[in-house]
T-cell receptor
Framework: KNEVEQSPQNLTAQEGEFITINCSYS?????LHWLQQHPGGGIVSLFM???GKKKHGRLIATINIQEKHSSLHITASHPRDSAVYIC?????????FGTGTRLQVFP | DTGVSQDPRHKITKRGQNVTFRCDPI?????LYWYRQTLGQGPEFLTY????????KSRLLSDRFSAERPKGSFSTLEIQRTEQGDSAMYLC???????????????FGPGTRLTVT
């Protein structure tokens, strides 16, 4: 069993829709990362959170440490949000990554 | 642009050849990571450095792979006798960490895409 599981693996949406991506993990952690990867490979860190909720523009990340679950929400989705979204756990100095959720937003 | 650069961005090589990749982290970052990503998968940890010390190596890093960070600044990742299975995106990231147990936000480079023919 992978330490980090994401769902769904693939997601398509119409512009304007509310998007939710889920991440469940099986190990104890103090924080969790959400990352965005665009075609071509570049990875950008979106959030690092250890409790509650963080918001940045149209992106919202929540985490429940006790339930070992985190969600990434995108409000009013836009085609430029199309990317792979990855959750990652810091473990013993390094990141363990989920397999990612590929999001495509159509106009 | 995150401030982390990698060179080259693309490398095509024939099986059996040696290749070397370079990563220049953000200058004040003391920690540097190498990851490998194959198509459709999330990145996998290879190794990381705290300053010039290599603190951990994944079992993915066979003896054909070697990484260095000689002056605690840039790092190189060398693959000897490349195999087709080495074809992947090699990602570098850097961060600032107070001590071995702490963990700071990582900034990723654009990656080096290796194709072994």
């Amino acid at each position: 069993k992978n330490e980090v599981e994401q769902s769904p693996q693939n997601l398509t949406a119409q512009e304007g829709e509310f998007i939710t991506i889920n991440c469940s993990y099986s190990v104890g952690i103090s924080a969790l990362h959400w990352l965005q990867q665009h075609p071509g490979g570049g990875i950008v860190s979106l959030f690092m959170l250890s409790s509650g909720k963080k918001k940045h523009g149209r992106l919202i990340a929540t985490i429940n440490i006790q339930e070992k679950h985190s969600s990434l929400h995108i409000t009013a989705s836009h085609p430029r949000d199309s990317a792979v979204y990855i959750c990652a756990l810091p473990l013993v100095g390094k990141l363990i990554f989920g397999t990612g959720t590929r999001l495509q937003v159509f106009p | 642009d995150t401030g982390v650069s990698q060179d080259p961005r693309h490398k095509i090589t024939k099986r059996g050849q040696n290749v070397t990749f370079r990563c220049d982290p953000i200058s004040e970052h003391n920690r540097l990571y190498w990851y490998r990503q194959t198509l459709g998968q999330g990145p996998e940890f290879l190794t990381y450095f705290q300053n010039e010390a290599q603190l951990e190596k994944s079992r993915l890093l066979s003896d054909r792979f070697s990484a260095e960070r000689p002056k605690g600044s840039f790092s190189t990742l060398e693959i000897q006798r490349t195999e087709q299975g080495d074809s992947a995106m090699y990602l570098c990231a850097s961060s600032t960490n107070r001590d071995r147990g702490s963990f700071g936000e990582q900034y990723f480079g654009p990656g080096t895409r290796l194709t072994v023919t």
